[in-house]
């Protein structure tokens, strides 16, 4: 029973529920829903380490700053690369989060999300980290459940219920029963990769060099997973590899298709695999409900459609893919009695400081 202090202390609070992504970082306070969504890049300069911007800004000047400026992305592959520079970054966007809100109290209760994947290790970085940015207390939720919480799939129901998480350093595949997780399988490849992929491609057919940012805008553009209704194409600038000098080439998404082919039968596959271990009777269920995309780069074109063909269930992306991880992590501090029990691994706090 909490005594009238921590009631009172929790009346006031300010909860927060964090997707830490790679590519994005999206921030959920209770009672308002998503307040911040920004680019997990930081500006730094090279020789104090102190950062010059954080978010979108600092993403502006990715691949353009110059030599006294550093960019850094502090997430890779869904888990923690630069422990510091993350925390700096909790921090900025904690205290944006305040600025949108009336409650007094600086410390928030914050849940964030992580891959199902990490280790114990990777988890404390994530704990530290928050609490190091200012958090009252820090608690974790595996990306795939706040994923499903999110897109508002019956997690504590008998029924099965399945969710792809595709992000932009990891890909979660996840299948719920009975408020717990059945089976999962957690890859390092999504839309980072794609990314990549894109770029080898220009490289090795076009003989163009063009860096990630102009790969994730053709992605986003053009890409597919799926023959579309009507093909696209873009202009693609960058430096020729032969003579050294600018030059543009025309791509098509038939192109760009084949080029992130790989990466997307990497996903397919691993959710074929998650299907084969999956119980009869979830199958069954999972045929009548089908299977929920989720996370930004789960909003690829054609990708729905593609895994429909592919294991013969319906797949349809969740309404607001991008923001179903954290919106899940804010929900669980809004039914925070009936869905605690879904938080794993190491938590820190007091409710009194």
């Known amino acids: 029973m909490p005594s009238p202090i921590d009631a009172l202390f929790g009346l006031f609070s300010l909860d927060i529920g964090i997707d830490l992504g790679t590519a994005y970082t ?15 890049f930081v500006a730094l300069d090279r020789k104090t ?6 978010g979108a800004r600092a993403k502006e000047m990715w691949s353009k700053n110059p030599r006294d400026i550093l960019i850094v992305r502090p997430m890779r592959d869904g888990v923690i ?9 909790l921090e900025y966007l904690i205290r944006k989060a305040h600025e949108q809100s009336w409650v007094p109290i600086p410390r928030p209760r914050v849940v964030v999300g992580i891959p199902s994947g990490v280790t114990e290790v990777e988890k404390r970085a994530v704990i530290d980290a928050t609490m190091e940015a200012g958090a009252r207390e820090a608690h974790l939720i595996e990306e795939p459940v706040a994923a499903a919480i999110g897109a508002g799939l019956p997690v504590l129901e008998t029924r099965g219920s399945m969710v792809v998480d595709v992000g932009g ?21 999504a ?14 057919k076009h003989n163009l060099l063009i860096g990630e940012p102009t790969a994730e805008r053709v992605k986003i553009e053009i890409g597919s997973a799926y023959p579309l209704p009507q093909e696209r194409t873009m202009i693609v600038k ?35 695999e998650a299907l084969d271990d999956t119980p009869p009777e979830l199958v069954a269920d999972l045929m009548e409900s089908g299977i929920t995309i989720a996370g930004g780069t789960g909003q690829l074109r054609g990708f729905a459609e593609r895994i429909t063909q592919e294991v013969n269930i319906r797949a349809y992306v969740a309404e607001d893919a991008m923001t179903c991880v954290a919106r899940g992590a804010g929900r669980v501090l809004e039914d925070y009695n009936n869905l605690r029990r879904l938080l794993v691994g190491p ?3 007091s409710t009194r400081h």
């Open 26 to 40: 999206l921030v959920a306070v209770r009672g308002k829903g998503i307040v911040l969504n920004e680019p997990s």
């Open 238 to 272: 960058g430096r020729n590899l032969t003579t050294g000098l600018p030059d543009s080439v025309e791509v098509s998404s038939i192109e760009i298709r084949e080029a992130i082919s790989g990466s997307v039968a990497i996903i397919i596959d691993t959710l074929k």
């Open 49 to 54: 380490r102190q950062p010059i911007e954080v």
């Open 81 to 89: 690369s630069e422990y510091e520079v993350t925390a700096r970054m």
């Open 191 to 204: 839309g980072d990769e794609m990314d990549e992929d894109i770029v080898q491609y220009m490289r090795n």
């Open 347 to 349: 938590e820190r706090g």
């Open 169 to 189: 350093g990891t890909t979660e595949v996840a299948l719920f029963s009975l408020g717990g997780i059945v089976l999962s399988r957690s890859i390092r490849v």
